[in-house]
């Protein structure tokens, strides 16, 4: 178990639909990433909240958001789904805020696996 | 545009051999390059990290080794085992704030190790 929790594990909805994933962060740890993983994009960053702020922002589309809460859990809403939606996603923490970002390195979740149907 | 490029995608060695795994980087404002190790079903998981200071970081039987002028950095698995059969990815982080802590990940290598 790495300490970072993400649910649910698996989804499966419709294309058009909308869908919320959530994480929790390691215990201590400040800064919660999102990532996509898919077999043609590979591991792609969407964005990253640090203590209740967003950070740095990837290639995130505007159909996604994501917030950080107070208790530091992320949540990432999906909306009007495609097809190529379809990933495992994947929740990372770690205390630091930046720039020394290899200080501290991260910690991933198992992930959510979603599927558009 | 990608900016970090592993090869090979795939490799399979034989227990006990070298695995090795290479990327190439273009920017080289980059300041961190971790390896991750990834088993199915599971996240990545921090194996070994370098720093751009050092020429070579070896912990256990895993080593990296760097090459800043060339912007290359390599993964070599010695003695390799069948539990290191994985997907691994190298990574790079910038230097930029702006950037905050993101990570930008090569394609990954998918290693196996036969018996």
């Known amino acids: 178990d790495s300490g970072v929790t993400q649910t649910p594990k698996h989804l499966i909805t419709a294309t058009g639909q909308r869908v919320t994933l959530r994480c929790s962060p390691r215990?201590?740890?400040?800064?919660v990433y999102w990532y996509q993983q898919s077999l043609d994009q590979g591991l792609q960053f969407l964005i990253q909240?640090?203590?209740?702020?967003?950070?740095a922002k990837g290639n995130i589309l505007e159909r996604f958001s994501a917030q950080q809460f107070p208790d530091l859990h992320s949540e990432l809403n999906l909306s009007s789904l495609e097809l190529g939606d379809s990933a495992l996603y994947f929740c990372?923490?770690?205390?630091?805020?930046?720039?020394?970002?290899?200080?501290?390195?991260?910690?991933f979740g198992s992930g959510t696996r979603l599927t558009v149907v | 545009q990608q900016q970090v490029k592993q090869s090979p995608q795939s490799l399979i060695v034989q227990k006990g051999g070298i695995s090795i795994i290479n990327c190439a980087y273009e920017?080289?404002?980059?300041?961190?390059f971790p390896w991750y190790q990834q088993f199915p079903g599971k996240g990545p998981a921090l194996l070994i990290a370098?720093?751009?200071?050092?020429s070579e970081k070896k912990e256990g039987r895993f080593t990296i080794s760097f090459n800043k002028s060339a912007k290359q950095f390599s993964l070599h698995i010695m003695d390799s085992q069948p539990g290191d059969s994985a997907t691994y990815f190298c990574?790079?982080?910038?230097?930029?704030?702006?950037?905050?802590?993101?990570?930008?990940f090569g394609g990954g290598t998918r290693v196996l190790v036969k018996p």
């Open positions: 370098i720093r751009p200071d050092v």
């Open positions: 909240y640090y203590n209740g702020e967003e950070r």
């Open positions: 990574a790079v982080t910038p230097l930029s704030e702006a950037a905050g802590n993101k990570l930008t």
């Open positions: 990372a923490s770690s205390v630091a805020k930046g720039t020394r970002a290899g200080d501290y390195g991260y910690t």
């Open positions: 920017n080289t404002a980059f300041d961190y």
């Open positions: 215990s201590g740890d400040l800064s």
